[in-house]
């Protein structure tokens, strides 16, 4: 599965953005989908994931994100609402068989910057 996130962006402390995770040639329905984000010079922190009707959310996103599927199969979107300036990072999608201990696909990052 090739994964494509976009959506990134400058946006004021306060603001929205939404990322879209596109893949080419084939549904999503099947794969747990994941965001994650990285900051320089620190680890990659899981956002979110959802599978069928579960979704999971990281505390420190909880109430402000939403992750959803795209009426096509092949696209899941993160809406990201009053984003802070600790929201700034590049962002992944990442897409794994449920069961799997390990996301096995990922898309490349898509960069949020928060300004305050």
């Known amino acids: 599965v090739q994964l494509q996130a976009s959506g990134g962006g400058l946006v004021q402390a306060g603001g929205s953005l939404r990322l879209s995770c596109a893949a080419s040639g084939r549904t999503l329905s099947m794969y747990v989908m994941g965001w994650f984000r990285q900051v320089p010079g620190k680890e990659r922190e899981f956002v979110a994931s959802q599978y069928s009707r579960n979704t999971k959310y990281a505390d420190s996103v909880e109430g402000r994100f939403t992750i959803s599927r795209g009426n096509a199969k092949n696209l899941v979107y993160l809406q990201m609402n009053n984003l802070k300036p600790g929201d700034t990072a590049a962002y992944y999608c990442?897409?794994?068989?449920?069961?799997?201990?390990?996301?096995?696909?990922w898309g490349q990052g898509t960069q949020v910057t928060v300004s305050s």
């Open positions: 990442a897409a794994k068989f449920r069961g799997a201990l390990e996301y096995q696909y």
